[in-house]
């Protein structure tokens, strides 16, 4: 029997949280601001969400638009008080000016995270070098995932990036999930799972009315089922 894909859904509130977990979503991504591409919720909005739903809730940790650290001292304390309030999941990633990773900021961070599991975000999709940067992450407590197009500017065009990476699961730096999101459509979904893909990441795929709309049930049930019958 084949492994059931994980489906990752963004959820701004409970409302959204309800309907995706209703339609098949394996797992949250909790943001807010969607017009800044997704910053950290409030410790109040977790534990709304965390009371509404029982599947597993990834906490973005971005405290503004772009890719830099800022105030790692302020992320830092961010984090304490989101574990505090419960939260067990985490996404994030930071690149300095160059378009390298942030080591520093990004163990500071981890280390607050006490060994909580963690996604580095579409922050590789901005990288100079892709293949340094998850060298350089390799081995930090607690990350299992990368959020990825493949590219910055989407699947269409991240594909090659995405298979090719996928073939070298297993290697240093590349024994973590692939989590696909970013321009994601169903059309693409057999080419990644042929590459062994098996995660995906929805934002706007589940908002047919956009993102001033709540999470639609029958949008996310319809990846779901693409999902299972593939």
Do not use: N
Not at 30 to 46: N, Q
Not at 54 to 59: Q, T, W
Not at 116 to 134: G, K, M, Q, V
């Amino acid at each position: 029997m084949s492994k059931r894909a994980v489906l990752e859904v963004i959820a701004l509130d409970a409302e959204d949280a309800v309907a995706a977990q209703a339609g098949g979503a394996d797992r949250l991504e909790l943001v807010t601001d969607m017009e800044a591409d997704g910053l950290t919720p409030s410790a109040r909005t977790f534990a709304g969400i965390s009371e509404a739903v029982d599947i597993p809730l990834r906490v973005m940790l971005r405290p503004t638009d772009g890719f830099a650290a800022g105030d790692t001292g302020r992320l830092v304390d961010t984090a304490r008080e989101l574990r505090d309030a419960g939260a067990e999941e985490f996404v994030l990633g930071f690149l300095d000016a160059g378009g390298c990773v942030d080591l520093t900021a990004v163990e500071r961070v981890v280390a607050a995270l006490d060994g909580c599991r963690w996604t580095f975000h579409r922050a590789i999709d901005r990288a100079a070098d892709r293949d340094a940067l998850r060298k350089q992450l390799d081995g930090l407590p607690g990350l299992d995932t990368y959020l990825t197009a493949g590219s910055a500017s989407g699947v269409d065009a991240g594909l090659p990036t995405l298979t090719a990476e996928a073939a070298r699961s297993g290697e240093p730096g590349y024994e973590q999930r692939i989590l696909v999101g970013g321009g994601l459509r169903l059309d693409h979904v057999p080419t990644l799972l042929a590459a062994g893909i098996d995660a995906f990441h929805i934002g706007g795929a589940a908002r047919p009315g956009g993102w001033r709309h709540p999470v639609s049930t029958a949008a996310v049930t319809q990846w779901r089922e693409a999902l299972d019958g593939a």
